[in-house]
């Protein structure tokens, strides 16, 4: 591996540090930071070491730690290129005639499945099983909602599944209906969702591992070199392993082994075992020291769990997924065990019972290194806001969400009413709190391209500029702040630091994880750093990604 020396640029050391303007890495470290440092080094190297130096000139250009994502889904995110690619269309009439083509496209394909359409293009996000039965009447179609809550089914898919208009209301789900008690096509949550998943077929190991590998290459294309898968199953957990055994991990990975309410006490056994069977393979990009639970659903279909009710009910505070004390006693329960928890939490009542649980689990357990999680964070009451930093929380959140987008204005404020929906994603009122802020995209759901997501955390704004001054302005974070949150912080979050090279910041004996752009993100408008593209990017000092 050869020696690199990138020079006249900027190096970004972090928002608490001033920048440097040359960096050496050698053997896949950082070697040294600044030019008199680098020059020291170099001139120690034997003179016949000196001559193989590579020297990349940035150019004027920006290299900074690479990025990190803290919350994805990065199966599901390569899964999705297998099926009819409704992501982009913009009506029903869209979704339908893709749908039809993959169909004639792929007669052999039992089961048609594909994500993620846009559930704001339906009034209620509820959509009709005999739209899709116009484009295939005799096979099961199954579709996933951008939010990875819901999902859409022909006639067919419900036929298999059994569900019928005598099927009782699951438990941690919901089976919309017709007037006459029907199933209209759409199911809530994975309560609903696993009678579909019960019946269909699972997919072959080979064509997760080609997305997986699918995932990793849209990760580094994005400067991305660390990823919280944040929900795995068990067959996950084999692919994951699979793709170590092979070398087919180019990206690191952590895993958040998924912790079902209504098998939690069956299955930690496994999930210990899961995170041994990581560890013996000693492998430096798979890492599975996380469980994942949910605390809630999501507002847009009125499953997030809020203190006060949605505006459309007097009596809908949306789902808990663990009752009463549940939750609490699994966190503890994973804590002992050596766990990071990683809770989902949208509403305002989910986001209080995972600060609940974790300040549970810290009395319970005594002092640790833990790093708790609650990812989303959507909404939190103000009397909550100082106990993510009291209590050591990570807030996780996925800044691209925080605009007045059609998912916002048509699916998100009217159900929450507008003085409430004005305190979501209090993002720079938890680091004002001394709390810790990091980002995740929670790709496939919206993008996982960082630079998308910074653009709107510096701004509020859609990328048509709306509104002008920013939606809730108060909010709006320093672009320093931005990118810490998008990389150092999330290095912290995935404990980095314990690594035998630590990644995530620019300093002597730390892997060399970087991402180099042609421009300062400091120096950019918000539209100009949402186009901004990566030059390169760096993992343990050698070039996976670089652009034409």
Not at 294 to 300: H, L, R, T
């Amino acid at each position: 591996m050869p020696t690199t020396l990138f020079d006249n640029g900027t190096i970004w050391l972090g928002a608490e540090a001033e920048p440097s303007e040359a960096l050496l890495v050698r053997e896949g470290v950082i070697a040294a930071v600044g030019q008199a440092d680098c020059e020291s080094a170099l001139a120690e190297m034997a003179e016949s070491d000196r001559t193989s130096v590579e020297h990349v000139d940035l150019s004027g250009g920006f290299l900074m730690p690479s990025f990190a994502d803290g919350h994805a889904h990065p199966i599901f995110g390569g899964l999705e290129a297998e099926g009819p690619q409704v992501r982009s269309c913009a009506s029903v009439e869209e979704i339908v005639a893709e749908v039809r083509r993959f169909a004639e496209d792929n007669p052999e394909v039992e089961w048609i499945t594909g994500a993620s359409y846009d559930g704001s293009l339906v009034e209620g996000g509820l959509f009709d099983a005999r739209w899709l039965d116009e484009a295939v009447p005799d096979r099961p179609v199954v579709l996933r909602a951008w939010d990875y809550h819901t999902v859409w089914c022909n006639s067919r898919a419900l036929e298999l599944a059994g569900i019928t208009a005598e099927t009782p209301e699951p438990e941690l789900g919901e089976i919309p209906r017709r007037a006459d008690g029907s199933p209209l096509g759409t199911l809530r949550e994975w309560g609903a969702v696993d009678f579909v998943d019960a019946v269909r077929p699972p997919q072959d190991e080979s064509v997760r591992l080609r997305s997986l590998e699918r995932a990793s290459a849209y990760y580094l294309q994005r400067g991305v070199t660390w990823v919280q898968d944040a929900w795995v199953e068990p067959a996950d957990v084999d692919t994951y392993v699979t793709a170590s055994q092979q070398g087919r991990l180019s990206t690191r990975f952590n895993l958040a082994l998924y912790a079902d309410p209504r098998h939690f006490a069956q299955r930690l056994p496994a999930m210990i075992a899961a995170r041994e069977r990581v560890r013996a393979l000693a492998d430096p990009m798979l890492t599975a020291h996380t469980v994942k639970f949910f605390a809630d659903g999501v507002v847009e279909n009125e499953t997030g769990a809020l203190l006060e009710p949605y505006c459309s009910s007097l009596h809908n505070h949306g789902l808990r997924v663990w009752e009463g004390e549940t939750l609490a006693e699994a966190v503890r329960a994973v804590d002992a065990a050596g766990f990071q928890v990683h809770i989902h939490a949208i509403g305002d009542a989910a986001v209080r019972q995972a600060l609940d649980a974790i300040e549970s689990a810290i009395g319970a357990n005594g002092p640790r290194d833990r790093r708790p999680v609650i990812a989303h964070a959507q909404l939190v009451d103000t009397a909550d806001l100082s106990r993510f930093a009291e209590l050591g929380v990570i807030a996780n959140m996925q800044p691209l969400w925080a605009q007045l987008d059609d998912l916002m204005t048509v699916l998100t404020v009217p159900r929450l009413g507008e003085d409430r929906a004005a305190q979501q994603y209090r993002m720079h009122s938890i680091l004002a709190d001394g709390g810790r802020l990091a980002f995740g995209s929670d790709w496939p759901c919206t993008s996982g391209t960082p630079v998308e997501g910074l653009a709107i955390a510096i701004s509020r704004q859609t990328e048509d500029g709306d509104p002008a001054d920013g939606w809730t302005p108060a909010e709006i974070l320093d672009i320093a702040d931005a990118l810490d949150a998008y990389s150092t912080a999330v290095a912290h979050q995935g404990f980095a630091d314990a690594s035998p090279a630590p990644w995530g910041r620019i300093t002597v004996g730390a892997s060399a994880d970087l991402v180099v752009f042609a421009h300062d993100p400091r120096t950019l408008s918000p539209r100009e750093l949402a186009a901004a593209p990566v030059l390169s990017t760096y993992l343990g000092g050698v070039a996976v990604s670089a652009s034409a």
